[in-house]
Nanobody, 122 residues
């Protein structure tokens, strides 16, 4: 069974940066597409970024393009989300997800972490 554990969330001022990590275990990491989603207060869970098996293809939501970077280290079974120029509207619980193919919808992913809180103060 796949297990995903996020870390790296916290409180940051607007304009600041954070790097989220997601540790993967239980199956072959390089066989899975990895994604990040977020859910803000009173909002639905939304797509943030996704990364193909090899890391060669990246997908981003328009709202984070140019500010966030998704990457993976297949040797460490870890996927990262580097976030910069953070704004209050980025405040959310951020979830790591693993699936069989790249997708922008939560239904595209089979496994989920518990989430890590990111709070951006103005």
């Amino acid at each position: 069974q796949v297990q995903l554990v996020e870390s790296g969330g916290g409180l940051v001022q607007a304009g600041g940066s954070l790097r989220l990590s997601c540790a993967f275990s239980g199956r072959t990491f390089s066989s899975y597409v990895m994604g990040w989603f977020r859910q803000g207060p009173g909002k639905e869970r939304e797509f943030v970024a996704a990364l193909s098996w090899s890391g060669g293809s990246r997908y981003y939501a328009d709202s984070v393009k140019g500010r966030f970077t998704i990457s993976r280290d297949n040797a460490k079974n870890t996927v990262y989300l580097q976030m910069s120029s953070l704004q209050p509207e980025d405040t959310a619980v951020y979830y790591c997800a693993a699936g069989a193919r790249p997708g922008r919808y939560w239904r595209d992913y089979d496994y989920w972490g518990q989430g890590t809180q990111v709070t951006v103060s103005s």
